[in-house]
């Protein structure tokens, strides 16, 4: 039985590395080499294991809307109350200005924007990451709802629509270049929404 060459690489950091990639320049922009580069791997090593491109961007959407939801849904459940929740979510990208990192936006929102409406599974992806992060807002929102911080006939899924939408728009806003007392003024904006 041929069972053949170990991999010499880390599957899982190459595509963390590849994320980072399309994160910063975007699907279309990123090239073969700007890839091969950041995973340090060879062209057949990067067929082998990813098979092409698009592929290697589905399984990075994939690891970022996991990731992202998996961070989102452990704060919800460390948070104090639903609604400290959702306000630490959005203060959270108010220091992004400040940070050590140039801000990047959100890679689903970024996809979306370049060319979403061009490719059906894009759509398809930014859909399913979009209804994850969706639902995490959403159950905050109840529970907020049921600690009584939010009134309860306010509808929770409009919401939580609500709340994703703010959030692509505010990261937008921090990726464009706005500062942070600039972000936090348009947070308490947001966040009135809840009363």
Wanted: proline share 3%; with cysteine; charged share 25%.
């Amino acid at each position: 039985m041929n069972i053949g060459r170990p991999l010499e690489f880390d599957p899982d950091q190459a595509l963390h590395d590849a994320m980072h990639v399309f994160w910063c320049k975007g699907y279309e922009a990123t090239s073969l080499q700007d890839l091969l580069k950041a995973m340090d791997l060879s062209k057949s090593s990067f067929y082998q294991t990813f098979g092409s491109k698009q592929q290697l961007f589905e399984r990075c959407i994939g690891r970022y809307r996991e990731s992202m939801a998996t961070a989102m849904r452990e704060r919800l459940d460390r948070a104090a109350s639903g609604r400290q929740f959702i306000a630490e979510m959005f203060y959270a990208v108010a220091d992004e200005p400040n940070g050590p990192v140039k801000p990047r936006g959100c890679l689903v929102m970024n996809t979306a924007n370049e060319f979403a409406q061009r490719d059906p599974l894009v759509a398809e992806w930014v859909a399913q990451c979009v209804d994850r992060f969706k639902n995490i807002f959403q159950a905050a929102v109840q529970r907020a709802q049921q600690e009584g911080d939010i009134a309860a006939d306010k509808d929770a899924a409009v919401l939580a629509h609500y709340l994703v939408s703010s959030m692509s728009g505010l990261k937008t806003m921090v990726k464009a270049g706005a500062g942070a007392n600039t972000v936090k003024d348009i947070v308490r904006v947001i966040l009135c929404a809840l009363d």
